[in-house]
């Protein structure tokens, strides 16, 4: 080898392995304790998964079997010109999101609403009840979202939103099953089958909601106060991993001022803008499928109920993968990319192929990819704020757009567009396109420019932060996920 070019390859070595120590040392840090040994640490960790991730998988399964139910119904008998017009409203109301940690509070009251969908006479009745539902659950999916992030590292927070997530996807996966099965119910007491299925899901939602009650657990501060949960030591343990990860455990005092100042941090709205584009195609989806493989595809009312299942398995498997591959290689952009081009791929195939069979595999592509983004998402704009207030206000941010693409996704896929819903593929395309890198679609020059400027940014700070030059997120320690 030219001496030249074998000192630049020892260079070369030398900075690679400078950094690959640089963030072994990251990590052996955070999980140096004082008090516990790794294994405690593991086990304590664990433990909290298993009350805090599982009680909000739970919350926010069933907060998604509700939000897909009028599509069951509809195929069970409940038609409707203002269908659509409910999904909208509730939608709009929704997206009225705040971010407070009683998720509990929010489903305890909408219960007796679900219910009651079960009894309605008229569509004018069903639209308000939607509006007070959309408005009640509004905060449950930003408070999740904050309330986790709260209590994990960054780089274990993806696998913890998509645990909760997956669950969600479970739940949409035998929502129509579940349908189905209400369905033959039909003529019980009375009662059309479309009716028990809001009449029993709302009493399931009535039993999850008390259980969830007792063992939802507050923030790491006060997590001793919680019942049998973590006693003081196991507590403080949980604050000083996230203060060695970020130094944002403790809040500050609450003003109005800490809350809305994120406002003017032009990141945080391209975050919300990324959750728009996202939500847009998820909601379509999991509302619509229904109608579209029995209208669209022609199957049988059963057979289109029970379809809506499997997709949804091919979305666990990437949803956990996206995860897994983003916590341990500290990234989160490219994964989003990557499971864009995935759903991509599969809209033309559902909107265009000329077999049915050739159309569902579109439906799994465009399931798994769109879903998988969700979680990968959160943890990406949960990577790159710090501050309490700050990571509050762009959980509910992220959320609220999030609630904005699910009323143009709720309108998208319309009857009369049936059997190919042209028009619905056409903008869950445009949708996706946003996630796409730059140089593939010279057209979309907005496009580039948020993309390259985001990483751009990030990658600067980055730098100018390790030579000593600028303090990113008010932390000399902190540095952003790319």
């Not at 666990?316 to 341990?328: H, K, P, Q």
């Amino acid at each position: 080898m030219h001496p030249e070019a074998h000192e630049k390859f020892v260079a070369d070595s030398a900075n690679s392995s400078d950094e690959l120590n640089m963030e072994t040392a990251s990590n052996l840090e955070i999980d140096n304790d004082p008090i516990f040994s790794y294994q405690e640490q593991r086990s304590i960790i664990h433990r909290v998964d298993r009350r805090l991730v599982v009680t909000c998988g739970l919350l926010y399964c069933f907060s998604l079997i509700d939000r897909g139910n009028l599509g069951a119904a509809s195929i069970a008998g409940l038609v409707s010109p203002l269908q659509p017009m409910c999904i909208t409203i509730e939608r709009i109301s929704r997206s009225d999101q705040y971010s407070v940690p009683r998720m509990t509070d929010d489903l305890m009251l909408d219960v007796g609403f679900r219910y009651c969908f079960g009894f309605v006479q008229s569509w004018t009745d069903m639209l308000a009840l939607r509006i007070i539902l959309g408005v009640f659950e509004a905060g449950i999916y930003p408070s999740i979202a904050y309330l986790l992030a709260t209590w994990y590292s960054r780089y274990d927070v993806g696998k913890r939103f998509s645990s909760f997530y997956i669950l969600g996807c479970i739940a949409n996966a035998f929502a129509g099953i579940l349908a189905y099965g209400l369905m033959q119910l039909d003529g019980l007491g009375g009662e059309a089958g479309w009716r028990w299925i809001f009449i029993m899901e709302g009493i399931m939602t009535c039993v999850v909601a008390l259980v969830a009650y007792f063992s939802l657990v507050d923030f790491p501060e006060k997590a001793d106060r919680s019942w049998r949960f973590l006693n003081k030591d196991e507590r403080d343990f949980i604050i000083r991993r996230i203060t060695k990860d970020r130094d944002d455990a403790i809040p500050e005092p609450f003003t109005f001022k800490r809350f809305f100042a994120p406002a003017l941090d032009l990141k945080i709205w391209m975050f919300a803008l990324v959750s728009f584009f996202i939500i847009t195609v998820t909601t379509s989806i999991s509302v619509f499928l229904p109608i579209i493989l029995r209208n669209g595809m022609g199957f049988s009312v059963a057979a289109a109920q029970c379809l809506t299942a499997p997709p949804y398995g091919l979305a666990v498997l990437l949803i956990y993968a996206s995860a897994y591959i983003g916590d341990r290689l500290h990234s989160r952009g490219p994964i989003l990319i990557a499971n864009a081009l995935i759903a991509l791929i599969g809209l033309p195939i559902m909107g265009f192929a000329s077999s049915n069979g050739a159309r569902y595999f579109g439906v799994f592509l465009v399931t798994a990819g769109t879903n998988a983004n969700i979680p990968t998402s959160l943890a990406y704009q949960a990577n790159n704020v710090r501050g309490q207030w700050k990571r509050a206000f762009c959980s509910a941010l992220f959320v609220a757009f999030g609630g904005i693409g699910g009323i143009a996704g709720g309108t998208i896929f319309r009857a009369q567009d049936t059997p190919r819903y042209l028009p619905g593929i056409g903008a869950a395309i445009a949708s996706v396109l946003l996630l796409f890198p730059p140089n593939w679609f010279w057209c979309n020059c907005l496009v580039i420019i948020f993309v390259l400027g985001l990483s751009g940014y990030f990658i600067r700070a980055n730098r100018l932060a390790d030579k000593g030059e600028k303090i990113i997120e008010g932390s000399e320690k902190f540095r952003y996920t790319i």
